[in-house]
């Protein structure tokens, strides 16, 4: 029998173009886990037979450019076993290719998801789980330390109230400019949070001034005192240094960035790689977001080739003539280029 990613595969390479479209379902929105308990169900409480899964293109589309990534490159599962886990990984691998959908989707919720980032509930037999929500809070936010960066920072003001600091991140949030430059939006943003910089320090401090005597006369509740303290707040006015960011873990095998607060007239190129922390990015998929049935959606390549994924539908896997427009974009996925 044939992986998942196999069949995948063979239908790109054997596509007719007036067939674009895989064979079959590919990770369903939603999902239906029948549970086989035996008589010990008669003593639980609360008592249900099967699990239904409710809005799981929070996740769907995740999970299925994870699975594209860990069998593109064969280095990355093991890396990526450091950070997830190799149980996780292995049980993920194997319940895709054998086309366990609702079981892969419960493996992501139970093992790596919180309690309190969805809702649940009985009705009749069923628990349902429902994960309407943002596909960063269910998906991205879950991924461990595997995106965490630092950066550090140093004033030159030695009155500075806080002259050095350091900023950590556990996910990669890119948040576009500002002021609108000429060139690339996105490689102008990425490079604003990873490369390093001077800018004047935005910190506060208070400045202390004296009263004299006089100024103490005129004011009973200072009488005794020939000097009072008083602080007035000022920006700092120095100059802070930022270092480069970098991952505190060494270079993930892929990363997401989360572009959910970009405008689609902000999107018009969307660069193929990126230079993060002295490390080559390629581009391999993107999220979609449509605000209007706030419904996710993916796309991804695979062999060079870019297929979009919409669990929603009933043929959910279609093979683009060209790379998709990234106009609803809710995040891009890059993975780490192969050193040579």
């Known amino acids: 029998m044939k992986t998942l990613f196999e069949e995948i595969k063979a239908s790109i390479k054997n596509n007719y173009n007036q067939d674009r479209s895989f064979w079959r379902p590919v990770l369903p929105w939603g999902g239906v886990f029948t549970i086989k308990a035996g008589r010990k169900a008669v003593s639980c409480t609360p008592l249900y037979v099967e699990i239904r899964l409710k809005n799981t293109c929070t996740i769907d589309g995740f999970l299925m450019l994870l699975y594209v990534i860990l069998h593109e490159n064969e280095n990355f599962p093991r890396e990526l076993s450091l950070h997830l886990g190799r149980e996780f990984i292995d049980c993920f691998l194997y319940l895709m290719d054998t086309y366990s959908f609702t079981t892969v989707k419960l493996l992501w919720i139970w093992d790596k998801m919180e309690k309190q980032q969805y809702k649940s509930e009985v009705h009749k037999a069923s628990l349902i789980i429902d994960l309407f929500g943002n596909e960063h809070d269910n998906f ?15 004033c030159s003001n030695w009155r500075c109230p806080i002259r050095v600091q350091e900023d950590q991140q556990r996910t990669i949030n890119i948040n576009p400019p500002q002021e609108i430059p000429h060139g690339n939006l996105i490689r102008l943003a990425v490079d604003e949070l990873f490369c390093s910089r001077i800018e004047l320090c935005e910190e506060h401090g208070y400045n202390k001034t004296l009263v004299n005597r006089n100024t103490a006369n005129r004011h009973p509740q200072l009488t005794g005192f020939f000097l009072h303290s008083s602080f007035r707040r000022k920006r700092c006015g120095g100059l802070r240094e930022f270092s480069q960011r970098v991952f505190c873990h060494g270079a993930p095998p892929f990363v997401v960035l989360n572009m959910q ?13 990126l230079d993060l922390s002295d490390h080559k990015y390629l581009l391999e998929g993107a999220t979609l977001f449509n605000k209007e049935e706030h419904h996710y959606s993916a796309a991804f ?36 280029a192969t050193e040579k």
């Open 261 to 273: 607060h970009w405008k689609s007239e902000d999107l018009a190129y969307v660069p193929y790689y």
């Open 301 to 336: 390549q695979i062999d060079g080739h870019w297929m979009h994924y919409d669990g929603l539908r009933n043929v959910n896997l279609i093979l683009l003539n060209k790379p998709p427009e990234f106009l609803l974009l809710s995040s891009l996925v890059y993975i780490r």
């Open 140 to 154: 991205t936010k879950n991924l461990e330390n595997l995106m965490s960066t630092i950066q550090e920072s140093y």
